[in-house]
């Protein structure tokens, strides 16, 4: 099986490096600046035409809008919130428990081969490293699933969006933001369940799950079969071109610049060449892990997630240690702010929009995409990944997102480096604001980027996967084909300046959010009765000593 597995990593490798062949003969300067202005030039109007549509925005006054697809998830979070009776509080001890395996037992058959193909398919499923069998159907354990989830959110938006919220926002804009994220504890709560509820399972054990399957499973359950297709198509079109700008291009973009920014000093004097190659060893690295499904990129993210949380929340604690006196003064900014803010933030309105804008596009709380991963858990109790789930918007947006606006607030008392109510470089303001306090931090925000890049990609690289199999079947030719195309934008990504086809990317990921907002709502009776099974389960289990 080994060996096999090898033969396979070594033919994916040889065919990526074929495809990617004619882009590193045609990347040389002049052709690929010119290539690339004249894609997005190309593509810019009907860019713009589709971000129009998706982030169409209520003029609110005084400057102010706010998109309607941000309205859908603030109110949506707002009902589940109140409809489960602040899951994001009464469950939180339990979620800790529950993604620590306090109530998770493997059989003693777990990982057993059985000889007899029949044999394999009727009890056991079984695949290497994978427990399948009656309990505990899935692919990953619930912290691998959570881990792999946190992976493609926690990410560049925790570093540059937070900057970005606060230089228009200002200080108070914190505040928003850490609501925005408790409350979307209570959507990754719902949704998460309904995707290990209504997943599907193949012979070989593989997992499929996500809003594509509940939305068309679930709504059919309730009479609504049609909706609930046209629904889960039109998300899986959305997942797929989201997972390759949102969740890839843009990642590889970001990640080649900041890379290469520390050795080049200026972000202008890199060569295209250099991204290129940037480029194509991310995209050998990423190949190397999406080759072996949920599973590897589980194994992957539960060792660098932490690790990249650490690293960055270290040098986080270290300058705001450093500043410790400073600390009171900016939550009391961050108090003051949020309602009474400075008018150039464009007044209280203004600043709760930004707030809650950036949170929700950190946590992607509503947009579906953390029910693909958590579907693939080894759980027989859906509710109980919902438990998980929830955790996630906690650890994105209320700390992490959270410190990040602590040491930007505190580090820029005086104006150093941005000017509220002028929109600033996301990625640039946080390095300067670490490094004023800790020289050399640029190196350790560097390799933050591109563990956050690099992780975002695995993960979406999964949740693209999954959407093009529900479209075009669950065959081997399917997937290996996404892979390639995934691989190639990495390289695409890095090496091209892409904003229009980035942006509309974006717009795909956001317009995931109305059929899986709307769907959670018709089915939120569905995940409180799974939620009413665990908790019973939680309360008479006892585990073998």
Known sequence: MTSKIFKIKQQFLLSLLILLTPILAFCQEPAVKGLDKQIDEAFTPFSNFIQSIIFFSIPLG?????????????????????????????????????VRGDYYTPSANSNQIVPDDNVRKTILDDMPDTIRDEAHEGEVTPFQALTAALSATVGLGNIASVAVALSLGGPGATFWMILAGFLGMSTKFAECTLGVKYREIDADGTVHGGPMYYLRKGLADKGLGTLGKVFAVFFAIMCIGGSFGGGNMFQANQAAIQFLNVIYGDPTSIPTSAKTV???????LVGVVIIGGIKRIGQVTE??????????????????????????????????????????????????????????????????????????????????????????????????????????????????????????????????????????????????????AFSTMLSWSYYGLQAWKFLFGKSKQADITYKLLFCLFVVIGAAASLDSVIGFSDAMIFAMVFPNVIGLLILAPVVKEEVAKYISFTKTYKKPE
Not at 69 to 74: E, F, G, N, Q
Not at 278 to 284: L, S, T, Y
């Open 62 to 98: 005084n400057n102010v809008s706010i998109p309607i697809v941000l309205i859908v998830l603030i109110l949506g979070a707002l009902f589940f919130t109140l409809y489960f009776g602040f899951p994001n509080i009464k469950y939180f001890t339990l979620a800790i428990k529950t």
């Open 278 to 284: 940037f480029g194509v060893i991310v995209a050998a």
């Open 303 to 452: 060792k660098v997630v932490p690790f990249m949380a650490v690293l960055y929340v270290g040098a986080a604690l270290i300058v705001l240690g450093l500043n410790a006196s400073l600390i009171p003064t900016a939550f009391e900014l961050m108090f003051e702010g949020a309602f009474a803010p400075m008018a150039i933030t464009g007044g209280f309105i203004g600043v709760l929009i930004q707030g809650f804008q950036r949170a929700a596009f950190s946590n992607e709380a509503g947009v579906g995409s953390a029910a693909i991963a958590h579907s693939a858990v080894r759980t027989s109790h859906p509710a109980s990944e919902g438990m998980v789930a929830l955790l996630e918007p906690f650890i994105d947006t209320v700390i992490i997102c959270t410190m990040t606006a602590l040491v930007l607030i505190i580090t820029n008392i005086e104006g150093q480096f941005m000017i509220y109510g002028q929109k600033a470089d996301g990625v640039s303001a946080t390095s300067a604001a670490f490094s004023s306090s800790l020289p050399g931090a640029e190196y350790i925000l560097t390799i933050a980027v591109v563990l956050f």
